[in-house]
């Protein structure tokens, strides 16, 4: 799977950070990376929470 | 506070002020998205009510027709000026970034965003741990406690002393000015004397910091260019103003009525102890269902939003307590679920204007809950005690007896 973090939409609520450190990084302005190429199998469903709980809808599933 | 005209119809003579919508905005909310989902007032100043997810997301992003320049719920006078006469550096840009449009907006909330990070945040965890625990040593060998009060309130004000590099000796005083702009700000009297306090406070610190500069975040933004000069005193002064008004009633509201949660929900109390590793979960669950922040924006130009005529001027209240209560976008809404997995709340706003202090807030929340659970056994509501919620900008309880 592989995710990404649409800039433009992203406001920083950090919400993915909190659900999944090991995807997810924001910086000090607020503005939230995906760390790994590829998100690990076992990590998969931690990536959909994150998805659904973006309040900006900021997070896409780039491929399953 | 002056006395409100109970209200009749809720659609088209709204007050947040109003009793019943200070206890309990639940079925006020509920009644208005099936018949009239963005309600109106004149009471005060012509503002509009929408009570929809969809509805308050879209207008939070459309900052050109709804301006952040009168934030405030409440508007002090007619003019909806703020009645505050004071001698010192210009405020004529308020409070920014949350009363800034872009590009004041922009470049003010960047000055603030790096000292809440979440690594920042990580390393003021320590001293809100330590706050919370001696608070609890000063009454958790009783029987009773006022959570809100003795507990809930004395947070966040002492955790922002900190971080502005100011006294905590003053957190009593800081919590009466906050209080009386936010919940107060009704009463003309009140308002100025929390507005003028506060200023007048900072003017002074930021004169003593121009000459004994701290690791502190005054120190820095009066160190701070911008485009090769230094901050304008009117801004910084805006900026240090804002985030203790902001960072204050807000998360001890959090605080508050999260304990009032579990204080009549047992079964959540019990689960929590059972499962320490839910909490982080569970933060974001209570704040979704007790959102303590309304906000307020300004009409730009005559605009038609979902069928409603908003005229140049009006006011639109950005109601992120009831967006999170729309069945539309959260199953069963009005249910707390600890656990809930789909969870888009947007108590800390949407779009651009989203809290820059949401990593701390949350922190906060998330350490005093853990260690009220820690300290003090089953508890729940003192029987024939009286609980005393407050309203308008800002909902949470301020009297909340305990029994334990
Ligand atoms: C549970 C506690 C809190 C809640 C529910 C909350 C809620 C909000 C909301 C809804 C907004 C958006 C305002 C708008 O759209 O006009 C906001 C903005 C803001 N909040 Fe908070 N807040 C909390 C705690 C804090 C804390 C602890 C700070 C610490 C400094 C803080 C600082 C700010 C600032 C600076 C803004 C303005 C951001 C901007 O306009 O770009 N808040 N807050
Ligand atoms: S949850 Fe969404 S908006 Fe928030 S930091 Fe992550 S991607 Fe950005």
Redesign the interface.
Known sequence: MKIRVDPDKC?????C???APELFD?????QASVIVDEVPTELEDKAR?AV??????AIEILSE | MTDTVPVIDWASDFDVLDPRYITDPFSIWDDLRTTCPIAHTDRRISSWLPTRYEDVTAIAHDIAHFSSLRVAVIPGGEDDEPPVDFEGPNLEYGLPPISADPPLHTWTRRLLLPWFSHRRVDGYVPMTRDLCRGLLDGFAEGAHADAAAGYAQQIPVRVIAHILGVSTDMSDTFTMWVRDILEFADDPERRQRGAEGLLMYFVEQLEYRRHNPGPDLLSELLGEEVDGKPIDDGIILGIAALVLIAGVDTTWSAIGSSIWHLATHPEDQQRLRDEPGLMALAVEELLRAYSPVTMARLVTEDVEYGGCPMKEGDKVLMNFPAANRDPEAFEEPDVVRLDRAHNRHVAFGSGIHRCAGSNLARMELQVALEEWLHRIPAFSLEQGKEITWAGGQVRGPRILPVVF
């Open positions: 406001q920083g609520h950090a919400r950070y909190g659900l924001v910086d000090d302005y607020g929470l659904a709980n973006c309040p900006e809808y």
